[in-house]
């Protein structure tokens, strides 16, 4: 009787601690939509975009920093997003998208930075925490997809340059051979030929 009596509090138990999982984890779910919702207000008010595009956006696996570029970039350069976004997807990066249109990233990126400030300075003024949260988060978002965008431009510049010297030292070194074989341009007239 004890051990059947221990396996239905055992049963019990799971049950009630699944049950408190569950309600942690739905809570916990509903605190990132609602927190989700606070950032898609932000991004509205700083790219243009909607929510419906936003949320469209977020199911193709974008960041809320892509997101807002992407929108600022479509806006500057009066092209539908989903230029800017099919240009993403080939794998350019946004200073190239921006060059493209004969934009500087910086400078567009100067009126979002505004935006954001703009936006968390009246939730800061009417005491919405909860916005200032979401600015700040959506600022973060945007900072580090500038910031990846440089590292990703300074290594593809290394790359560049390292092929450079690459090709200039193998060149180099083929003239030396050349030289030293008797086989360089000037070598020919000095051999009677």
Not at 8 to 31: D, F, P, R
Request: hydrophobic share 35%.
């Amino acid at each position: 009787m004890k051990k059947v009596f221990a396996g239905i509090c055992a049963i019990a138990l799971t049950i009630a601690s699944t049950g408190m999982v569950m309600a942690a984890e739905k809570e916990n779910k509903q605190a990132r939509q609602f927190q989700n919702k606070e950032q898609i207000q932000v991004i509205e008010k700083v790219s243009g975009l909607d929510a419906k595009t936003v949320g469209s956006l977020r199911g193709q696996h974008y960041g809320y920093g892509e997101i807002v570029i992407a929108g600022a970039l479509a806006k500057a350069s009066n092209q539908p997003l989903s230029g800017i976004t099919a240009l993403r997807k080939q794998g350019m990066g946004w200073g190239e998208i921006a060059q493209k249109y004969n934009l500087k990233l910086g400078e567009v990126m100067k009126s979002v930075h505004a935006n954001i400030n703009a936006y968390e300075d009246h939730a800061q003024q009417i005491k919405d925490k909860k916005g200032v949260d979401a600015a700040n988060q959506v600022r973060n978002d945007v900072r580090n997809q500038e910031d990846m965008g440089m590292q990703n431009m300074m290594q593809h510049r290394n790359d560049q340059m390292q092929h450079e010297m690459n090709m200039n030292g193998h060149n180099h070194g083929d003239m030396n051979m050349n030289e030293q074989h008797g086989n360089g341009p000037d070598m020919n007239g000095m051999h009677g030929k």
